[in-house]
């Protein structure tokens, strides 16, 4: 196009309705946590003016200021008129930007409230409620109809991706021509080597016994002098009161033949991770599942 103007890509228009989109709802995310926990009535009934005017503030301080979304402000988009004008300006014309505003907010506002207000009459199973709703239903359905047309025509020449677009004549470009994009994939073909590794990564790690493996690492590297098991009768108070894994108080302390104790969990889970688990204390080894048994003290036998 003249004036500098350069043509938009498809992904591009698709980007900037998503990303704007993505801003209506996060928004109205973030006022509604506003009020966690006081949903009044009030609140419910006016949902369609309180949308509204979220939308009408994200149009005023971008379509109408700018001439352009803040999808499309993010991806250097602005919008284009197609149709002549007097002054030969390319961009939108204030008609436009508030023909724009009343298609996009306040024919939307319109629909959600006359819904509410006619539910709110009592006029619901009445002859009158059936015949606007089965208007309003053939209406939605025709513009669902015109607006998939309309998309299939936007994938085939690129214009025009909404049909407000094209009822408005309107189309976002780029407000300067590109230069000539170097597509080098260098990139693509770092993502795709970093995407194998990581899959070969969730493929083996699972299979890799880390507890049996820190012991082994630990029996190397941090060896300790190694002491004769000692046996429950010569258990102190001190060993009751710390599990020979954690080092914390025990939580449904078991024992496996030795004078320490363990959290139910510490000893269960090194033993099923490794068969060859010891006490860390004095080494004791667990032959079999059936040794690890609740601790058994003198209140117990009373």
């Known amino acids: ?44 009934r006016l949902d369609p003016e309180i949308t509204a005017l979220i939308k009408f503030v994200i149009w005023r301080f971008s379509v109408f ?36 505003g009343f ?9 959600e409230r006359f819904n509410i207000t006619v539910d ?13 709703n089965k208007y309003i239903e053939w209406a939605e359905k025709m513009l ?36 000539i994009r170097q597509v080098s994939f260098e990139f693509m073909t770092r993502e795709l080597l970093w995407h194998a590794f990581s899959e070969f990564l969730f493929f083996l790690l699972p299979l890799v016994n880390f507890r049996r493996l820190k012991s082994t690492m630990s029996s190397y590297f941090l060896p300790q002098s190694r002491q004769p098991p000692t046996l429950p009768h010569m258990r102190t108070d001190t060993d009751l009161t710390m599990c020979a894994v954690c080092n914390q108080w025990p939580n449904n302390a078991h024992e496996i033949g030795c004078s320490h104790v363990f959290c139910y969990y510490c000893v269960m889970s090194n033993f099923m991770a490794d068969p060859r688990f010891e006490c860390p204390a004095c080494h004791k080894d667990i032959p079999n599942e059936f040794l690890i048994r609740p601790v058994k003290t003198e209140l117990n036998r009373r």
């Not at 992904?11 to 006022?31: G, H, K, P, Y």
């Open 1 to 44: 196009m003249a004036n500098g103007v350069d043509g938009s890509l498809r992904i591009s228009q698709l980007d900037a309705n998503q990303l704007d989109q993505e801003l209506l709802s996060l928004v109205r995310t973030q006022f509604h946590r506003i009020f966690p926990y006081s949903q009044t009535p009030l609140l419910t």
């Open 65 to 100: 200021a700018t001439g352009a979304s803040i999808g499309q402000q993010i991806l250097k988009l602005k919008y284009v008129s197609t149709r002549r004008r007097e002054n030969n300006s390319p961009w939108m014309s204030r008609k436009q930007k508030l023909l724009h």
């Open 103 to 111: 298609i996009l907010i306040v024919l939307p506002w319109l629909k």
């Open 120 to 132: 709110g009459l009592g006029f619901s199973g009445s002859n009158t409620q059936l015949k606007v």
């Open 144 to 179: 669902k109809f015109a607006a998939l047309v309309n998309f299939a025509i936007f994938l085939q020449t690129g214009v025009y991706s909404s049909l407000t677009e094209r009822f408005l004549g309107i189309r976002p470009m780029f407000p300067q021509r590109q230069s």
